[in-house]
């Protein structure tokens, strides 16, 4: 069986997978990086019995179907949450990050928020995609390391994006399922690249539909209150992470942003990310 191994912010994860799932793993880990010298911390198995697809840890069957979409879905959810689970470096948040010049602005939110819709379109406009999922922030530090899976757009926020990304001219270039389309990055962007970029902007991302556009400045004790809720590995950390989301919040601008239309932020991003 060939074997993949997955690092991200210290900890790292294998994954053995049949042969004729090659394509499938390049696909999902294109930009994740490898250390091939790391004694992984855990190991997921995939095999394939004649098309019924499994995922499983030890004796733990973690998906069982004949669905290829859905076992990229849960592999990748299980892949960040090992590599998150008991990290203790630094905070794990929630969040979309997309760079520019080195600049990163991260959109912390729960799912359903519409980060991943947002990051999306703006790396079609030209931003560096990193992650639409986790970033990890290591102590003392403002520079991100983005968990960059390619995105995972769910099927009622296509729509959305058809001005800018014809999903079905990308059929063999994509994975789409039932629920989520998943796309390369470098579709959105051709220069698109992975890097660790120093936050400059933090924004609070909830789309609401038909919604009138509201973008508020938020108070350093607001916008740390805000980040607390978006970080995943606080039982970890010394103060649950109290302390390293307040020193991100202090020197760093934050905002709360209503949107329904992704033009209604556009124009705004550019004149409230620092130069």
Known sequence: MPNRVISFAGQHLAIDFPRN?????????????????????????????????????GSTVLYKGAE???????LIQ?????????????????????????????????????????????????????TDEYVFIKKN???????????????????????????????????????VAM??????????????????????PKYVQAAPFKLQRLSKAKAGLSLMACLVNARNLSGHGFDEAARLVRNTPAYDLQYSSFEQFGTQLERILPT
Request: glycine share 6%; charged share 20%.
């Open 21 to 57: 799932l090659t394509e499938l793993i390049a696909f999902l880990y294109h930009d994740n990086c490898s250390d091939l010298r790391a004694v992984p911390d855990v190991t997921l198995v995939v095999t394939d019995d004649d098309g019924q697809l499994m995922l499983s840890r």
């Open 183 to 204: 796309i390369p990055p470098r579709l959105l962007n051709p220069g698109n690249k992975p890097e660790n970029a120093e936050i400059k902007l933090i924004v609070f």
């Open 68 to 74: 290829p979409s859905e076992l990229a879905t849960s």
């Open 78 to 130: 299980q892949t960040i949450y090992h590599l998150i689970d008991n990290n203790k470096d630094g905070m794990a948040l929630h969040a979309a990050a997309l760079s520019r010049d080195g600049k990163a602005v991260i959109f912390p939110g729960a799912s359903g928020s519409g980060k991943t819709s947002l990051s999306t379109w703006l790396a079609t406009r030209g931003f560096n995609y990193l």
């Open 141 to 179: 530090s403002n520079v991100i390391q983005a968990f960059m899976r390619p995105p995972n757009v769910k099927v009622s926020g296509l729509a959305a994006l058809r001005g800018v990304f014809k999903l079905d001219e990308h059929e063999h270039s994509t994975i789409q399922g039932k629920h």
